[in-house]
């Protein structure tokens, strides 16, 4: 059974600092892994794919990595803005969906 | 564009009432899957669908019934309402031809079971 881990739960930077959030996963035979975004009472904002195949994946200000034999994604935001405060989501999709906890960002002005 | 949309948005039932909750998709998607989610933890896969007239349970399917009768629509019901199903549900939808392809996710329903 896949298992997926975000650590920290919770994480509160001042405006303009960088942002690592982290992802770890159990079981290495994935599709891809999907990063999403979740404001407070609303759905879920993909935010990056990564395939398997990939290392890494860029938009904007996020940039997220993957390294499959070690079971880790990492996502990176830079510059963060007070905008920036939300619930961080990822998901492992071997045959299906399997997410972590999320990780909730708090950007003070 | 709709994409996934999801009816209704909002509902609260008494303990053993029963429900339908309807997902609406229009992207032509094959697989279809229904989430729930509670305070702290991520999104659990209750059923999910790989086409029109299959389902198959996820991880979590106890108390609760699908259907697929048309390729756009996937309903989850729930026959008697407890407690521990207040929850978030979300629904979403996957083309087909292989995992590598992402899900799109509707808005939620939340529901309250008193």
């Known amino acids: 059974k896949q298992e997926v881990t975000q650590i920290p739960a919770a994480l509160s930077v001042p405006e303009g600092e960088n942002l690592v959030l982290n992802c770890s996963f159990t079981?290495?035979?994935?599709?891809?892994l999907q990063w999403f975004r979740q404001d407070p009472g609303k759905g879920l904002t993909s935010l990056l794919l990564?395939?398997?195949?990939?290392r890494e994946q860029t938009s904007g200000r996020l940039n997220a990595s993957l390294d499959k034999s070690s079971g880790r994604s990492t996502l990176y935001i830079a510059a963060s803005q007070p905008g920036d405060s939300a619930t961080y989501l990822c998901?492992?999709?071997?045959?299906?969906?399997?997410f972590g906890a999320g990780t909730t960002v708090t950007v003070r002005a | 564009n709709a994409g996934v949309t999801q009816t209704p948005k909002f509902r609260v039932l008494k303990t053993g009432q029963s429900m339908t909750l309807l997902c609406a998709q229009d992207?032509?998607?094959?697989?279809m899957y229904w989430y729930r989610q509670d305070p702290g933890m991520g999104l659990r896969l209750i059923h999910y669908?790989?086409?029109?007239?299959?389902?198959a349970k996820g991880e979590v399917p106890d108390g609760y019934n699908v259907s697929r009768l048309k390729k756009q629509n996937f309903l989850l019901g729930l026959e008697s309402a407890a407690p521990s199903q207040t929850s978030v549900y979300f629904c979403?939808?996957?083309?087909?031809?292989?995992?590598?392809?992402?899900?799109?996710f509707g808005p939620g329903t939340r529901l309250t079971v008193t």
């Open positions: 979403a939808s996957k083309s087909a031809g292989g995992g590598s392809y992402e899900q799109y």
């Open positions: 079981d290495s035979a994935i599709y891809n």
């Open positions: 990564i395939q398997s195949s990939q």
């Open positions: 998901a492992v999709n071997d045959y299906k969906l399997s």
């Open positions: 992207m032509n998607h094959e697989y």
């Open positions: 669908s790989v086409g029109e007239g299959t389902t």
